[in-house]
């Protein structure tokens, strides 16, 4: 147990939808990183936030967005869902804000849009 | 932009043979490389990970790899797979700007 959770575990929605996806960090992680796992794509880093902040962009949809909450929780948005967007979709948390900072992942929500 | 290429999606070894897992990356300034293992329906750990100094970097479960930079690799070994090590074995490459990019992953079967 890596101390990130992350729920929903599994989600299935219908094209055009939105849905939020939501991830607590360990306890004492500032950073809180998004990644998306497909077989079409592999794994890839969408964003990273720190203290609340945004301070890394990378390659996320545009139809997609993400905060931190005050209380370090992270939602991610994914709105205007298209097929190509079922993939699992883990965060994780970090202490520090830099890429050497070892990162904890949740377990992941598996996103199924039919 | 940076990339990461494992050669081999799927490597099979015998219990108590030699894992070698290989990571080959482009970039045009000193990276920081990490192996993550994954197993099913778990997410990722660290195994290990080169930010700078000694080469040859150990990590958890007996793994360690060498960043060798003439060569733009960081190959993964452990001397004596376990059935425990079966999992998917994912390379990566950070820059200091935070933007992260993963290899497509190298599934590992120890055949007992």
């Known amino acids: 147990d890596s101390g990130v959770t992350q729920t929903p575990k599994h989600l299935i929605t219908a094209t055009g939808q939105r849905v939020t996806l939501r991830c607590s960090p360990r306890?004492?992680?500032?950073?809180v990183y998004w990644y998306q796992q497909s077989l079409d794509q592999g794994l890839q880093f969408l964003i990273q936030y720190y203290n609340g902040e945004e301070r890394a962009k990378g390659n996320i949809l545009e139809r997609f967005s993400a905060q931190q909450f005050p209380d370090l929780h992270s939602e991610l948005n994914l709105s205007s869902l298209e097929l190509g967007d079922s993939a699992l979709y883990f965060c994780?948390?970090?202490?520090?804000?830099?890429?050497?900072?070892?990162?904890?992942f949740g377990p992941g929500t598996r996103l199924t849009v039919t | 932009a940076q990339s990461v290429t494992q050669l081999g999606s799927h490597v099979s070894v015998s219990e108590g043979a030699l894992v070698l897992l290989r990571c080959n990356y482009s970039s045009s300034v000193p990276p920081y490389l990490f192996w993550y293992v994954q197993y099913p329906n778990q997410g990722l750990q660290l195994l290990l990970k080169?930010?700078?100094?000694?080469?040859l970097v150990k990590g958890i479960n007996g793994f360690e790899a060498e960043f060798k930079k003439s060569e733009t690799s960081f190959h993964l070994t452990k001397p004596s797979a376990h059935m425990s090590d079966a999992a998917e074995y994912f390379c990566?490459?950070?820059?200091?700007?935070?933007?992260?990019?993963f290899g497509t992953g190298t599934s590992l079967t120890v055949i007992p």
């Open positions: 994780a948390s970090s202490v520090g804000l830099r890429a050497i900072d070892e990162q904890y």
């Open positions: 990566a490459v950070s820059d200091t700007g935070n933007q992260f990019y």
């Open positions: 306890s004492g992680d500032l950073s």
């Open positions: 080169y930010t700078t100094g000694a080469t």
